[in-house]
């Protein structure tokens, strides 16, 4: 997939998109943003194979748990794969790779919707 540069790359401009979204930004950690970004880098780093740091730091990653304090309609879904997908366009992978990680992104997404539409 291309490494750590590759999640590190995708997970900035994923949150540059986030920053300007009025649905997402309030469920993110301004005053700990880069401690966000390097946990999702890490945990998208050891999924794919990358070294299990993300695990020896946070434990198992427990993603429904994790984001269960935060109110996640299918509108939030929405807009995290708008964002997503626009970082992951800007990587320029291959074929395969794109949809490989697209593929789980969605799955991953749909997983964490906890709240109906408002």
């Known amino acids: 997939m291309g490494g750590r540069p590759i ?23 301004e005053a700990d943003l880069e401690g966000a970004i390097q946990r999702l880098t890490g945990f998208l780093e050891q999924y794919w ?9 946070r434990g198992h990653p427990r993603l429904r748990m994790r984001h269960a304090p935060f109110t996640v309609t299918p509108e939030a879904r929405d ?26 992104l969605e799955r991953a997404a749909h997983a964490m919707v906890n709240a109906p539409s408002a």
């Open 7 to 29: 999640f590190e790359r995708l997970v900035r401009r994923f949150y540059e998109g986030v920053r300007h979204d009025d649905v997402l930004w309030p469920m993110y950690p």
């Open 49 to 57: 194979g990358g070294p299990t740091t993300y695990s020896q730091e």
């Open 79 to 104: 807009r995290w794969l708008l964002h997503m997908r626009t970082a992951v366009d800007e990587l320029s992978l291959s074929p395969l790779d794109d949809a490989t990680l697209w593929a789980y």
